[in-house]
């Protein structure tokens, strides 16, 4: 049976998708034509294993990509692309127990577990697709608006999504398993336009932002694996299946590529993130060399080492540099013969911190006119 716009009947009966067994007239669901065997482990029947093995690696996976994410404390995009992660992976979480029967599909609560899977897939795409822009900042990364505009958006497609899926599955609101084209579309069409949306804004990034082309073989080899995953899954899972006697299906290779095309998206944008390294935890200390000609001939200057028992620079025979204070030199303002700070001290014959307080008969800070 081929395919056909607004009908699960051929994608169901070559696939084994989650929401197959909620599809088609009979109220049984659709089953394909050829799916992987079963395996039992004590009294429990698990379907797909090899399907939620992959599963398990993915969350592995998907926990490690994490962890690197967020120990690149100052890269762009950061806390944008770290919540589509987290959305993949509680996506790969929810579908281990859906598709290996551990919620059964005559369970009550089986629909409802299946319009929150459909919804957090369409979300996760949203938030993909919204990533593809935080490049280009419209607005800054990692501020309020920025995360909320994300987390809105994403939790406006989940409300839809879910609300499309589960009216299909009960039947409701005008929805019906017999008539689910919204359905459809949330589940097929929408994951499509965004994976496009961001791949043609990722390009032109690079193109016209980067000087490294590099990232180009990320995304070329993204798209690959995703497209390879769609072929699979929805032109040869029968074939494999047959040839495979029954031991791994196309859903097996749709969900293992999937998983490479998200580590290609880690990849990708780990490539064109610089961490800032003046924040960097673990940095060398910054080493800093005196470029202003004043304080570089003072520090250079005579009697210019701070040692305990040279000569202070605020004594008579410091440095001869013009002084930065009132644009008279050190040897005027801090000499000993009219005011400053003298060799005997604060206290001195004439000014300063003298008998005088601050007065005396000439003032130290700010000079006289006749200093000059």
């Not at 197959?20 to 039992?40: F, K």
């Not at 967020?70 to 509680?90: D, H, L, N, Q």
């Not at 073989?217 to 494999?240: N, R």
Request: include cysteine; charge should be negative.
């Amino acid at each position: 049976m081929g395919l056909s716009f607004g009908s699960f009947d051929g994608v169901c009966d070559t696939a084994a998708l989650v929401i197959c067994p909620l599809m088609g007239s009979s109220g049984q669901g659709i089953e394909p034509t050829c799916y992987s065997r079963n395996v039992q482990i004590g009294s429990t029947l698990i379907f797909q294993p090899s399907t939620c093995f992959v599963h398990i690696v993915a969350i592995i996976m998907t926990a490690i990509m994490i962890y690197h994410i967020r120990s690149k404390y100052t890269a762009v995009g950061r806390k944008e692309i770290v919540m589509f992660f987290w959305m993949y992976m509680v996506i790969e979480l929810l579908a281990m127990f859906l598709d290996s029967g551990v919620i059964p599909t005559a369970n009550v609560s089986y629909p409802w577990f299946a319009a929150v899977y459909t919804a957090l897939v369409a979300a996760a795409y949203c938030c993909l697709l919204i990533n593809g822009f935080v490049g280009f900042q419209f607005a800054e990364d990692g501020t309020p608006i920025s995360l909320w505009l994300l987390r809105l958006s994403c939790l406006a497609v989940f409300g839809v999504s879910f609300f499309i899926a589960i009216a299909t599955f009960k039947s409701f609101a005008s929805f019906s398993p017999l008539k689910p084209t919204a359905l459809f579309v949330v589940y097929l069409i929408w994951p499509i336009l965004c994976v496009a949306t961001y791949t043609i804004s990722q390009l032109i990034l690079v193109f016209r932002t980067l000087d490294d082309r590099w990232p180009l073989g990320d995304i070329i080899f993204g798209i690959a694996f995703y497209a390879i995953a769609q072929v699979l899954l929805f032109a040869f899972s029968v074939t494999i299946c047959n040839a495979i006697k029954h031991y791994l299906d196309g859903l097996f290779f749709f969900t293992l590529c999937v998983l490479l095309s998200v580590m290609m998206v880690y990849k990708y944008w780990d490539s064109i993130t610089r961490e800032d390294l003046e924040f960097s935890v673990g940095s060398k200390a910054a080493v800093w060399e005196v470029k202003d000609p004043l304080l570089a001939a003072s520090v250079t200057g005579t009697g210019a080492d701070f040692d305990e028992d040279s000569t202070s620079n605020y004594h008579v025979g410091g440095g001869t540099a013009a002084s930065l204070v009132g644009g008279v030199s050190g040897n005027q303002y801090y000499a000993g013969g009219k005011g400053g700070y003298s060799q005997g001290g604060y206290g001195g014959p004439q000014g300063g911190y003298g008998q005088g307080g601050y007065g005396g008969a000439q003032r130290g800070y700010p000079p006289t006119s006749d200093r000059y």
